[in-house]
């Protein structure tokens, strides 16, 4: 019924460490009948590598071409557009910081950056904060990883990417030039050369603002899943509206 699933992570896979359910059993038992699998998470606060061994320390097989962020996608853009060598001044993690200059060549910048990026900076500081502001005001390109306001856990949202950039907005009155994580443009030319000309698409995720606005975008047959961040009543205020509604990815999983 369908050939590729593209499944967010947080929230519609696991929350936290621990899976949804028996939702690896429901993986597995597609990944054995030659179902393609891809995951893709918004988040940018831990590296590429970490998600794949996360997948996999759950209990599926996963290879690195099957697990997407948009550190991947924002470093191919930056590259093009900035060169080798750019100097990027950055708000986010440890991890961020190692896939950025690995992926694009940057070099970091506290001083006179080319740009600033912002991505899910789980070790915020303030006075790194004020300094983005200062570049930003000054004229400095500032771009986002990706627009999710908050990251559900186990105790409540977390304040992502989002969140920090709407801070920057409301001290500099500027917002990003960009984002790249779902559903933006620059995610979709990524995806639709992942997928061809594949027609046959499932795409799972718990947020309708950007699972089910990319997965639509994509063509694929959208799935809103209950055991995340959105909640079922939210669909009514949606323009884009999602094709179905499951509890969870093992509740739809199981259906086929
Ligand atoms: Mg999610």
């Given amino acids: 019924m369908y050939k590729t699933i593209i499944c967010d992570l947080d929230g519609t896979i696991y929350l936290d460490k621990l899976p949804i359910g028996n939702v690896v059993l429901e993986v597995n038992r597609h990944l054995n009948k030659g179902i393609n699998f891809h995951f893709l998470t918004n988040n940018t606060s831990r590296s590429h590598q970490h998600y794949i061994e996360k997948i996999k320390k759950l209990g599926i097989e996963v290879t690195s071409k099957q697990v997407h962020n948009p550190t991947i996608v924002a470093s191919s853009y930056l590259l093009n557009k900035f060169g080798k060598g750019a100097k990027a001044f950055v708000l986010g993690t440890k991890d961020f910081k190692q896939d950025l200059v690995k992926y694009s060549q940057a070099q970091l910048n506290d001083d006179s950056p080319d740009y600033v990026i912002v991505a899910f900076d789980t070790d915020l500081q303030y006075e790194r904060l004020r300094k983005a502001c200062s570049f930003i005001s000054n004229g400095i390109p500032f771009y986002q990883t990706h627009i999710d306001n908050y990251c559900p856990s186990h105790d409540g949202p977390m304040p992502d990417c989002g969140a920090i950039c709407e801070m920057i907005y409301f001290t500099t009155d500027i917002r990003p030039i960009k984002n790249f994580g779902k559903p933006s443009q620059e995610m979709i ?34 799935v809103f899943v209950e055991s995340g961040a959105d909640k079922k009543e939210m669909i009514i205020n949606c323009e884009v509206k999602p094709d179905s509604i499951f509890k969870s990815t093992e509740d739809f999983l199981k259906k086929f």
């Fill in 189 to 222: 030319k990524y995806f639709k050369k992942i997928i061809g000309n594949d027609t046959e698409i499932a795409f799972l995720g718990d947020r309708l603002n950007t699972d089910i606005v990319i997965g639509k975008s994509l063509g694929a047959h959208t």
